[in-house]
């Protein structure tokens, strides 16, 4: 399907945050290795938790879904799994964690992703299991998928990631820590310390794993997960697509049931980074319409992932605007800032693209396009969001049912705002 958006001149209304995928996915995880009953409540359910729960049912798990929540009993028939090929198709966190996964059967697994993902390096991955006795292989020579893994001997003992070490790719190492014949004592060097980090040991603790931090350790005893019984925190940072929207379309909105959310304070501190005003209680944060940007250099280390969004909104801004430190964005679904480059200019945009970012001169007058989504949920979205302030039709191709994986309702809750939106089947 094709992405179609039309000119809007306002949107309004109010919008509350999703269930943040992470946690979802890692509870997922971690309820499989779990002997006994766990219960995730209002999970986020899309492509890219759906995998995974299809996965740990092909594993060996019983697995029951409804909408509002998923039952999960795991370890019953573990070392007869229905079989032994399983596939992370576009979501990175998946195949990190079904690797993880991976290392307790007898048998040889392989982990493969989609065309995408297969051409993404994962050697932090690879080094960290091994490190922690998982013996796993990448089936090519730069260390992209699939992966091969073996049957694991996981020792315990001190473990250092490195400085080097993707925060991304720590979750997949603790969900295995637990399961060692020793304590596992990691060196907490700072790449590590953020929101993976705290989002995973907070499920670890609901899993009574005995995890314990301080300032430069992390410590693990052995003896495996507890059946969890968790409710996914909501995600501020999903709602940043309907954010961009309003500031492109100089709208208000309001954004709801920010009590029950993760990340207030970064999704607050990201948005004022770029000037945006806002005005916050402890229920809900408003955007008043009528916002002016100013151009200013964005330091994105650990929010890779904002660029895109972030880009088309600083179209708004007036003079130069430079996005920086977000080469990892280069290695997700797609590379989000070719992709994002390629895309802003042919919708006429000024950008020029850098090694770690690019720079956008503003502000400018959007026109409608053909664009590329590259079968990427944040590039279709965002993309999408900029044709919302572009003069004639702007169409984004290469799969905009990518936008499942991630943003579950996503034209339906536009359409609901007043945006001009829709589907179109290419046959």
Known sequence: MDLVVEETQEISGKIEPSPSKFHTQFATAAAFLSEGKSVIKSPLRVDDTRVLAHAIKDMGATVKRTEKKWTIWGLEDYQNPSGHAFDAKNSPMCLSLMASLAAFPSYIMIITADEQLRQTPVPNLIESLRQLGVEVHSTKQDDTPPLVVFESNLK??????????????????????????????????????????????????????????????????????????????????????????????????????????????????????????????????????????????????????????????????SGSTRFV??????????????????????????VTEQEDGLTIEGPTTLKGSTVDGHNDDVIVAALGVAGLNAKGTTMIRNKAEALRRSYPRFVTEFQNLGANMGYESQF
């Open 156 to 317: 315990g003992g001190k473990v250092d990631f490195g400085k080097n070490m993707d925060p991304f790719y720590l979750p997949a190492a603790l969900l295995l820590m637990p399961y060692a014949e020793k304590k596992v004592e990691l060196v907490l060097t700072p790449n590590l310390k953020g929101r993976f980090l705290d989002a995973s040991v907070g499920l670890m603790e609901k899993g009574k794993t005995g995890v314990s931090v301080t300032q430069r350790r992390l410590r693990v005893p052995p003896g495996g997960f507890k059946p969890l019984r968790v409710t996914p925190p909501l995600d501020m940072f999903s709602t940043l697509p309907y954010v961009t929207a309003a500031i492109l379309t100089s709208s208000k909105l309001r954004i709801s049931k920010i009590s029950h959310a993760e990340n207030v304070s970064e999704f607050v501190e990201v948005l004022q980074k770029m000037g945006v005003e806002l005005e916050q209680t402890s229920r809900s944060i408003k955007i008043p319409p009528d916002q002016e940007l100013n151009s200013r250099k964005i330091d994105l280390e650990g929010y890779s992932e904002l660029l895109p969004f972030l880009a088309i909104m600083s179209t708004t801004t």
């Open 325 to 350: 430190n977000a080469s990892k964005a280069r290695r997700m679904k797609s590379d989000r800032i070719k992709a994002t480059v390629e895309g802003l200019k042919k919708m006429g945009v000024n």
